[in-house]
């Protein structure tokens, strides 16, 4: 990255990080992928119960194989050979977890993180249940204000996302929200999460590369 726009893009996570902070979520900032890597096995501890939300971005920061190399009681929803009734049995012990994992649609610079989910069930999860949450996400998440962050929702993640879970959206056709009510609608509930009660509860790991949608 040229060193200019590194420069402002360190700028803006610093105040986002500065707001996360007052809004009680703790901030960790992280160069790459690898550190944010290292900064998510630092936080959980061998043995743990271990869930998390649908994420591109634990995927490529490699955090999903960590989940996977035995060392913790991972909820796996995607394992072979799960019914439909296994998975949804998984949403729900996923509120027991000692440690529950997922990325943002967006964070605002005033420190919100706003999440758009169609199941739910990880909007639920960061909201309530799970004892720590962790929130991995690449500078490029980060937006001016809570009106961004919808637009952002429109216009990139949930289309991107709508294609990558073969939903027939008229979205994944067209490459923005077209405010649809087709059954495979991905963006049925919209979360808001500004100044918590339980400090600290919610850690986010602001990485220095765009990842993710």
């Known amino acids: 990255m040229d060193e200019n726009k590194k420069a402002v893009m360190e700028k803006r996570i610093e105040k986002t990080m500065a707001n996360l902070a007052k809004n009680k979520m703790k901030p960790y900032y992280a160069k790459d992928k690898q550190e944010a890597l ?67 649609n967006a964070i605002t610079e005033n420190g919100e993180l706003y999440n758009v989910d169609g199941n739910s069930n990880r909007v639920a999860a960061l909201a309530f249940g799970p004892s720590s949450v962790i929130v991995v996400a690449g500078y490029n998440k980060i937006v001016p204000d809570i009106d961004a962050a919808v637009e952002r929702v429109k216009k990139t993640a949930a289309p ?54």
């Open 38 to 104: 290292q900064l998510v096995e630092s936080l959980l501890q061998e043995g743990q119960t271990i869930a998390c939300g649908g994420s591109m971005t634990l995927e490529e920061c490699g955090i999903m194989q960590l989940l996977r190399s035995g060392k913790y009681n991972f909820l796996d929803r995607a394992k072979p050979g799960l019914t439909p009734q296994d998975i949804t049995e998984i949403y729900r012990k996923a509120f027991f977890a000692d440690n529950y994992l997922l990325s943002a």
């Open 160 to 213: 991107a996302n709508a294609i990558r879970l073969h939903c027939a959206t008229p979205c994944a056709k067209v490459g923005e929200c077209m405010d649809c009510h087709s059954d495979g609608r991905i963006c049925c509930n919209y979360l808001v999460s500004a100044q918590q009660r339980h400090q600290d509860r919610i850690k986010v790991i602001l990485v220095g590369e765009e990842l993710g949608y």
